[in-house]
C-alpha cells in the first residue's frame, strides 16, 4: 500500500510509513498534483494530460443548493478525467484539520464524488495526505476512511494501491 503526503518525505515520515503498514511513502514533488478549486480550475486540471491526481475537488465549492450539492465534481469532468487517466484524490489531513459542521459537509461531499467517480470508472485515491509525521494515518485506518465514503473493499484497495501511470512512447 502506498501513501501519498504534502512533503518531501524525510527518514522520520518514511519510518512512520514502515509503521502504519506501507511499502512505500510518496512526495507531492515526485508526481503531479493539483488541488481542486472551482469547477473551471478543475475542468482546467483533469484536462490536463501531465496531471497525475486531481487533490480534494471539493476544496473550494460553493455553497451547495436545495436538491444537490456542489462537490467541485460531476460527471462531464470525471469523464474527462477517466479519459486523460486523472486519477480523484482523497485526502484524510483535509478533513482531520476542519470543524464540526464544515467536516459533516466535507464527508457528503466527499461520498457524492465516489459515487460520481464509480459511476464514471474514473481511478480513485485515498491517502494521508499529511504535512507532518502527526497527520500521518495507518493503512487501516485510510481503508476503513474509504469505506465510510461509500468505496467497496475492493475499491478501497485499489484506491491506496494506485501506481502512476506508465507514459507510452509512439513511433510516428
Given at each position: ?97 476542519s470543524n464540526n459542521v464544515e ?19 474514473t481511478k480513485m485515491v485515498v ?28 475499491e478501497a484497495k485499489k484506491a ?13
Amino acid at each position: 500500500m502506498i501513501d501519498i503526503v504534502k512533503i518531501v518525505p524525510d527518514k522520520l515520515m518514511l519510518a512512520y510509513g514502515k509503521e502504519f503498514g506501507f511499502s512505500s511513502v510518496i512526495g507531492s514533488k515526485n508526481i503531479v498534483i493539483k488541488q481542486g478549486g472551482s469547477e473551471q480550475q478543475n475542468r482546467g486540471n483533469v484536462s490536463d494530460k501531465n496531471v497525475d491526481i486531481l487533490m480534494n475537488p471539493e476544496l473550494k465549492s460553493y455553497k451547495d443548493k436545495l436538491h444537490y450539492r456542489n462537490s467541485g465534481l460531476n460527471h462531464i469532468l470525471a469523464k474527462i478525467a477517466t479519459d486523460n487517466d486523472v486519477a480523484i484524490g482523497f485526502g484524510f489531513s483535509y478533513l482531520l484539520n476542519s470543524n464540526n459542521v464544515e467536516r459533516a459537509r466535507i464527508i457528503g461531499r466527499m461520498k457524492q464524488n465516489v459515487r460520481i467517480c464509480r459511476k464514471s470508472k474514473t481511478k480513485m485515491v485515498v491517502c494521508s495526505y499529511a504535512s507532518s509525521p502527526q497527520e500521518m494515518r495507518g493503512a487501516k485506518d485510510l481503508l476503513a476512511f474509504a469505506r465510510v465514503l461509500g468505496m467497496t473493499g475492493g475499491e478501497a484497495k485499489k484506491a491506496l494501491n494506485w501506481k502512476r501511470r506508465e507514459k507510452k512512447v509512439r513511433e510516428l
